[in-house]
């Protein structure tokens, strides 16, 4: 006996819609819907899917309604179980977990999604470093330094336990959050959610 899985043929992905910048602000806020409603119905399941990228949401041409993809490192999340750091493609990795916490929540699948928010915006991603590429997003202590730079370095006072977490830098300078939006493409409403979408509510960063 044989088994066959016949499943939808989805041509494409986010990450080439971006490449070509072949969308509008309509497609926007229709896929920053889908996509966290595809999250809300795995998070009510307490499953994070821990590998969010434009690469794994999937575009189907003709409708361009989003499938997310790829559950390779998706987990069951329960109250302080611990889980490993070494997931999400680097760029897309909560701050939490580049430093080092092995007891995160589902708010990092929200972070890659504030992250894949912006990047629809403006086309890049939003917290690049001066030689970022596709094929050599920085390292782990630049990454950080960008997201420090942009919406401030947390504080124990902000973030309690965060000087503990492995990757905190010993040395680290102290920046407020700019009061430049995130994103230049976005109105002040769209700006607020992406602060939201990105996290800030979720650990009291």
Not at 54 to 59: A, F, K, R
Not at 60 to 73: H, M, R, Y
Request: net charge negative.
């Amino acid at each position: 006996m044989s088994l066959f899985l016949i499943m939808e043929y989805v041509s494409e992905n986010l990450h080439q819609f971006i490449q070509l910048q072949k969308y509008g602000p309509t497609d926007v806020k229709k896929w920053l819907r889908e996509m966290l409603s595809a999250v809300a119905y795995l998070h009510d399941r307490n499953i994070i899917h821990r590998d969010l990228k434009p690469e794994n949401i999937l575009v189907n041409p003709d409708s361009k309604e989003l499938k997310l993809a790829d559950f390779g490192l998706a987990r069951g999340w329960f109250k302080d179980i611990q889980l490993t750091p070494q997931v999400t493609t680097l760029r897309y990795r909560a701050p939490e977990v580049l430093l080092g916490c092995e007891k995160y929540t589902c708010a990092i699948d929200m972070w890659s999604i504030g992250c894949i928010f912006a990047e629809l915006a403006d086309f890049v991603f939003p917290f690049r470093g001066v030689s970022d590429s596709p094929s050599d997003p920085g390292s782990i202590e630049e990454i950080i330094h960008n997201i420090f730079q942009k919406l401030g370095t947390p504080t124990e006072a902000s973030w309690p336990g965060v000087s503990s977490f492995l990757n905190f830098p010993d040395v680290i300078p102290m920046h407020t959050a700019e009061t430049n939006d995130i994103s230049q493409h976005l109105d002040a409403d769209g700006n607020d959610l992406l602060r939201v979408s990105s996290g800030r509510l979720a650990r009291n960063y």
